[in-house]
């Protein structure tokens, strides 16, 4: 089995404060629409304007380095929005192949274009890629979205079309606590596991892959009041 790998996404500076009932079930059905109005429209449906800013530029290195990352290497983003992950690569190792698989069509027709066309409009659980058909697979902030039958497919097929070098993040609590926080703060997530469950459903996916948890911790969430 992996490492629980922190890349330094979340700045653990910021303190976000949540209310109980802070999230309605209007800006959760909005959401997971995955259109317009999470990606670009007001704050409390998603993003409020999901936009490149280069961060993944500086988050990649330790990544490219862990798993040995060249120009002639082969990399798949699942769950890759508008392909701001996948143009970093590049910006990175020039000539790296990249590809990217989104389930929504709005991301991909507002993605960024050098990379637009790389992108395959599909579901996360029956991939169109042969047997280890990429040096590294990682998919951020994008599985956890599914149901558990969802994930499971999802975990499996990141494990047969990489050769071994994968990376994914999911939603997590180690507190009863915890888990209510994170539950009022998630627009999106709905397999939200005890990080010891999401154990067990590595080892019944066959997922030998690396991890993060986001966790109530690691959002540094704190109820307002």
């Known amino acids: ?24 079930i209007g800006p959760q059905m909005i959401a997971f629409d995955l259109g317009k109005e999470y990606y670009d429209g007001e704050r409390g449906n998603g993003y409020g304007g999901f936009g490149y800013d280069g961060r993944w530029q500086r ?27 996948m143009h970093d690569f590049k910006q990175l190792l020039p000539g790296i192949t990249v590809k990217g698989v989104e389930n929504h069509p709005y991301p991909i027709e507002t993605s960024m274009e050098d990379i637009r066309d790389d992108i395959l409009l599909w579901r996360y659980d029956q991939l169109p890629f042969e047997d280890n058909a990429f040096d590294f697979v990682i998919a951020f902030s994008a599985i956890y979205m599914e149901n558990l039958r969802g994930v499971i497919g999802a975990l499996r097929e990141i494990q047969r079309v990489s050769n071994g070098n994968s990376f994914v993040t999911l939603g997590a609590y180690r507190t009863l606590e915890g888990r209510d926080k994170f539950l009022e703060w998630t627009l999106l997530g709905t397999s939200i596991l005890h990080v010891d469950e999401w154990h067990e459903v590595f080892e019944y996916t066959g997922y030998t892959g690396d991890y993060y948890f986001t966790t109530a911790e690691s959002l540094n969430l704190e109820w307002a009041d």
């Open 1 to 24: 089995m992996g490492q629980e790998i922190d890349i330094g996404y979340f700045n653990k500076d910021v303190v976000r404060k949540i209310s109980r009932g802070f999230r309605a």
């Open 59 to 85: 988050l990649l290195p330790p990544l490219i380095e862990r798993y040995g990352l060249t120009e002639q290497s082969s990399v798949l983003d699942l769950g890759c929005k508008k392909g701001f992950i």
